[in-house]
């Protein structure tokens, strides 16, 4: 029989229990799966999400959960607002452990030859610049406290190169260049910076059912299935946000039931 204590301290190892953990676009989808899942898991959890009615209703399911949360309203194309979300978590929770850096604005897939700049801009300045700033305003909390946990959003489809998706591929890669970097120039603070490629059933894997891609997915992936946000992809998101992912800095996982384990 394993020391109760020591028991204790190998689950606390693997937890987020205590933990101040901030979550991006957690009004639906990838997101929300993964506010859900910390906030179960013993986190204080900040809903960052520029909808307010979405932001709301899972403000409501985590405090019917009795989950500690707080919402903010923040559109992360804006580095001041960026600023003030982690200001108010802050302000509430008196510290920031970690950030789950979900949240991407959406434009129309073109290709290569005839992507807009308008386009362009629109999934770099939420994706890459949203993320950068917000590494940015926690790291000084980070660094203070020599402990932090960063857990950024990339895409097979960025890795792979997928047709048709210049704009968002583009816009995944530069993510993952700057967590490596991040990840080289933080690591002897003991902050962890990950990425997460997902494969999820959201509303964007909706839309795409009878698409010759998701064809392709379902017959390719070992699992022969989406990922569930909450059950499949948040876990990914609980551990390297977790003391556990304390030696693993600068990867991307994939979190897709190895469906690009050939990436
Ligand atoms: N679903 C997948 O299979 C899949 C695959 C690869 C990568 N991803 C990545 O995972 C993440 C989540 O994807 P999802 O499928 O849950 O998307 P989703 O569109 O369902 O959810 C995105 C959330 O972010 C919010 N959001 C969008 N722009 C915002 C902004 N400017 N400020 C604040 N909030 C904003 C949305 O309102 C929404 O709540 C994204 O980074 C996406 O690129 C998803």
Redesign the pocket.
Known sequence: MVDPTVAAEVRDMHGVDGRVIIV??????????IAHHLGKGGASVVV????PD?MQRTVDELTELGIPSLGVV?????HEQIDAMVAATVERFGRVDGIV??????RPMRPVATVPDSDFDVFY???VK?TLWAMQAVYPHMQKQQWGRIVN?????GITGGRGFAA?NAS?EAIRGLTRTAAREWGADNICVNA??????????EAGKQSEGYRQFIENCPMGR??D?ELDIAPIALYLCSDAARYVTGHTMMADGGAFMWA
Do not use: L
Request: proline share 4%; hydrophobic share 30%.
């Open positions: 991006t676009g957690s009004g639906q989808g990838v997101g929300r799966g960052a999400e520029w909808k979405t923040c559109d992360i194309n804006s850096n979900n949240a991407q604005t959406f300045d939420s994706g949203g959003f990339a895409s097979s489809m968002y995944k997460i490629a997902p494969a999820a059933a959201t509303h964007h894997g989406q990922g946000p």
